[in-house]
């Protein structure tokens, strides 16, 4: 199955670098495995475009539409036999430590 995996860190956020696990060495045994697909780092919320189209007229926007604490700073999307094995691989990931995970199962047809 499937999981994208979103990881949020808050504008401020309260952590401990120190017990966080290395993202290198995270990313090298999610790929060796085969439970990571692919994976990135977003460009900070001030690079975003938030485009809408209401009314048949195209609305663009510069940076992100929604005011809020957390960003979304990357995502890996997962192989994982189950969701069980989503968290695993989630909690192991340095930004458990420092913001949040969140797992979402892709809609397969």
């Known amino acids: 199955m499937k999981y994208m995996m979103l990881v949020c860190t808050d504008t401020q956020p ?3 670098p120190d017990a966080a696990p290395d993202i290198e060495k995270w990313v090298a045994e999610r790929d060796a495995n085969g ?3 692919t994976g990135s780092r ?3 919320p001030s690079a975003a475009t938030t485009v809408r189209v209401r009314d048949g007229e195209l609305l663009l ?3 992100p539409f929604a005011e809020t604490k957390e ?3 990357g995502f890996d999307l997962l ?3 189950d969701l069980d094995e989503a968290v695993e691989v989630a909690r192991a990931h340095p ?3 420092a ?3 969140e797992l979402r199962p892709l809609v397969e047809d």
Request: hydrophobic share 40%.
């Open 14 to 16: 309260d952590r401990n």
């Open 35 to 37: 439970q990571r697909l």
């Open 42 to 44: 977003f460009a900070p």
């Open 61 to 63: 926007s510069d940076g």
């Open 71 to 73: 960003v979304i700073v």
């Open 79 to 81: 192989e994982c036999a």
């Open 95 to 97: 930004m458990a430590y």
């Open 99 to 101: 913001g949040r995970i």
